[in-house]
């Protein structure tokens, strides 16, 4: 990787550390590129649109983060049922090991720019559909039709977020265990 790759790179994990830890309100642009260690016009330099376009840009790497994590537990799973689990063990021992300032890498910005950063707004919209889409699939590939899927989908990653959020506020994991518990429950009814 030659040095402008690397200096974007570097840009982009600590955006994305950032951004997870403290919201897009809150992740100065100082404090990211002290964090990245690169001078301030690389930042400008390998993202022109200022921040929000570094945080477009940090938001995709994070849903890609989640795309490969679902793609690497799918490939072991028999079915969602063992798909789920894993993906939230997954997240659990991610959440864990950053001493619960980190939880989905998504949530926070998309809590944040709901209401006021469009483009983010509709970023963050189109890495939740990739995950509900991903669901859908493994869901319709047992045998259930495209309307259960969906909607046990949406169900199963509105679960998720919320399991994330409050293990998270509670500093805990018990919160990831229960909904998982629960979601088995859920996946088996259908």
Not at 31 to 55: N, W
Not at 127 to 134: D, F, M, N, S, V
Not at 168 to 182: C, W
Request: glycine residues 10%; hydrophobic residues 45%; negative net charge.
């Amino acid at each position: 990787m030659i040095k402008g790759e690397q200096t974007r790179a570097k840009l982009i994990a600590a955006a994305r550390t950032l951004l997870e830890e403290k919201g897009y309100h809150g992740t100065a642009l100082n404090e990211v590129l002290a964090l990245a260690g690169a001078p301030r016009g690389s930042l400008y330099h390998h993202f022109p649109g200022g921040k929000d376009e570094l945080v477009g840009t940090a938001l995709t790497a994070a849903g890609q983060e989640v795309d490969e994590l679902l793609a690497g537990v799918a490939g072991t799973a028999a079915d969602a049922r063992a798909l789920v689990p894993g993906v939230l063990a997954a997240l659990a021992d991610r959440m864990q090991a950053a001493d619960y300032a980190k939880g989905c890498p998504v949530a926070t910005v998309a809590l944040e720019v709901a209401s006021s950063e469009s483009d983010l707004q509709a970023r963050c919209g189109d890495i939740y559909a990739g995950w509900e889409g991903a669901l859908v699939e493994v869901l319709r590939a047992e045998g259930r039709d495209s309307a259960e899927a969906e909607e046990l989908a949406a169900t199963v990653l509105a679960l998720i977020e919320g399991a994330l959020v409050l293990a998270r506020a509670r500093r805990s994991r018990v919160p990831i265990e229960q909904v998982t518990r629960r979601i088995g429950v859920l996946l088996e009814q259908g």
